[in-house]
């Protein structure tokens, strides 16, 4: 009878073990309880040990407990893949305090050929660090290795950015149009603001003027939007960009023209209006704030943009990744972030 309640007892001890694969699907699946339950199981391998302890790092509410638990992981289980996972989510965190000499150290210890991403955060920490000529080679470096399409489009926009801040222009311009080619095009404001900038410093104002118009009436509201209208802005002080003052002028009325043209030329009969799709990360008081968590965004290579919502009657600026015209694009996009540790809710806006 002993021997049987032995059994039993390591049967159902059994029964309460939660592999790595048990977590990490615990955790796309975005169940709380799910993931919950699978940290509160036994581990029975190094691996799935490490795994809890990855899983149970980035769940902490503060950041600095998430700091301290990836730093213990990476202690107790350095020569795993969560060890590496911990050192690339620890290089995010240090970039958005603007540490990159931590980013830095982090990222070169992690196996860029099983985690190719460590490339792509590498490259943007060059630029962060103005080594242009090693963010350019990193971003390189992930382009040829990586299939993600979003990250895969930002690292050629770091190159771009990478040539623009070294002063080659014209190299920066032919980066930028490789990108516009691309038929998988998803950060169309930063192309168009990129472009602008770069024929603005070769002292081509009337394609500067172009580019910055466009963006402004095709993507109001957007984070590059606002800073297409401060570079026209600056055109108008530029005795030799030889440009009418009314060329820059941009108002509500070519925006809402805009916006009707788009909608009439994306309803067909009998169909509803086509609407673009967006990820609150943030809303706040003050447009401030809204533009800084935006920011924060586009640094981690993310569109981002923000505008106005009235909840309440109180009205609130929003920071939101995006815009999308797929919602699939914007769920995919959204499974990222959640993976990053950033909560975002789908918005649909005309």
């Known amino acids: 009878m002993r021997t049987l309640i032995v059994l039993w007892l390591l049967a159902a001890a059994s029964l309460l073990t939660a592999s790595a694969a048990e977590l990490e699907a615990a955790w796309a699946a975005g169940n709380p309880a799910q993931l919950r339950q699978a940290l509160q199981s036994r581990a029975a391998t190094a691996n799935d040990r490490a795994a809890k302890a990855y899983y149970n790092a980035i769940s902490q509410p503060r950041q600095a407990s998430v700091k301290t638990a990836l730093d213990k992981l990476i202690r107790d289980f350095p020569s795993t893949r969560y060890a590496a996972r911990a050192r690339l989510r620890l290089a995010q965190m240090a970039l958005l305090q603007r540490d990159a000499d931590t ?67 014209n190299r920066a311009l032919s980066t930028l149009h490789s990108i516009k080619s691309s038929e998988a095009l998803r950060n169309q404001p930063l192309l168009l603001f990129q472009l602008g900038y770069c024929h603005e410093m070769l002292g081509d104002y009337t394609n500067a003027k172009k580019y910055y118009r466009h963006l402004m009436v095709e993507y109001a509201y957007t984070l590059h939007a606002y800073r297409a209208e401060d570079r026209m802005l600056a055109l108008r002080n530029r005795p030799d960009a030889n440009l009418n003052v ?25 169909t509803e209006r086509v609407l673009r799709f967006w990820l609150q990360v943030g809303a706040f008081s003050t447009a401030e704030r809204a533009t800084g968590q935006a920011r924060q965004m586009e640094e981690r290579g993310y569109p981002a943009g923000t505008f106005c919502k009235v909840v309440g009657g109180k009205q609130w600026q929003v920071a939101a990744v995006g815009p999308f015209t797929d919602r699939s694009v914007a769920l995919e996009t959204k499974q990222k972030l959640s993976d990053e540790g950033v909560s975002s809710m789908l918005l649909q806006r005309y």
């Not at 992930?142 to 002063?167: H, M, N, P, Q, V």
């Not at 805009?258 to 009969?269: F, G, K, N, Y």
């Open 246 to 270: 009314t060329d820059f002028s941009i108002c509500d009325q070519d925006r809402e023209s805009a916006t009707l043209e788009r909608e009439e030329q994306a309803v067909e009969p009998g």
């Open 103 to 169: 980013a830095a150290r982090h990222l070169q210890l992690v196996d860029a050929t099983a985690f190719p991403e460590a490339h792509y955060w590498l490259a943007f920490t060059r630029l962060t660090q103005s080594d242009w000529a090693r963010c350019i080679q990193s971003a390189q470096a992930y382009i040829a290795t990586s299939a993600d399409t979003l990250l895969t489009e930002t690292a050629w926009f770091t190159i771009a950015e990478a040539y623009s801040r070294k002063g080659d222009y």
